[in-house]
Structures are given as C-alpha cells and as structure tokens.
C-alpha cells in the first residue's frame, strides 16, 4: 500500500531556506507523478509544484526562481528546496503522488512556518 511521509518543515526566517522531503514507500515512486500542495489557514489547497514520471517539472507562479522540486529514485523520495521564503509561504505542505490510473496519494503534511 502506498504511504506518503512529509519531513524538514520548521520555523525560519525571511529569505531563509528550507527544504521538506517525502518518503514514498508501497509501491516503485518511478510509476507516479509526484507533486507539492500546500494550504494556508483560511485558503484552499494549492499545488506548488509537480514532477513527472519523466522528470518534467513545472511550479505556481508563485514560487518560481525560489523553489525546486526534484525526487531521487533510488531513494524513493521527493525534495523541494525553498528558498528566498517569504510570509506568504507559511502553511502546511503536503506530498501527493498521482498513479498512471489517476490514482492519488497524500502525506500528513508538514508545517513550514516563515516569520521573523
């Protein structure tokens, strides 16, 4: 059965960096799509940032030149590296894998918190 567990997230300061990671296990992470969501108190869930099985990747608006997503195969794991945060970042960060079949998976989360 696939499991998502996020890690890394943590308090920091603006123009700080940070990086969360998500453990997949359950299945081979080669065969899903892996993205980046988040949600701020009081707003909906967005998606950050996407790889593909293929390894294309594509990130919001909003975070672009400050954020990279990546994933290690081998270790069946999935980065994303921030940096430059901003206040706006702050909220709870989730990992979602995306089966070939349209399947999807979610982690707990993990709060990344950016404040002075």
């Known amino acids: 059965q696939v499991q998502l567990v996020e890690s890394g997230g943590g308090l920091v300061q603006p123009g700080g960096s940070l990086r969360v990671s998500c453990v997949f296990s359950?299945?081979?992470?080669?065969?899903?799509?892996m993205n980046w969501y988040r949600q701020a108190p009081g707003k909906e869930r967005e998606l950050v940032a996407g790889?593909?099985?293929?390894?294309?990747?594509n990130y919001a608006d909003a975070v672009k030149g400050r954020f990279t997503i990546s994933r290690d195969r081998a270790k069946n794991t999935l980065y994303l590296q921030m940096n430059s945060l901003k206040p706006e970042d702050t909220a709870v960060y989730y990992c979602?894998?995306?089966?070939?079949?349209?399947?999807?998976?979610w982690g707990q989360g993990t709060q990344v918190t950016v404040s002075s």
């Open positions: 359950g299945s081979s992470s080669s065969f899903y799509d």
């Open positions: 979602n894998a995306v089966s070939r079949g349209g399947d999807g998976y």
């Open positions: 790889i593909s099985t293929v390894g294309s990747v």
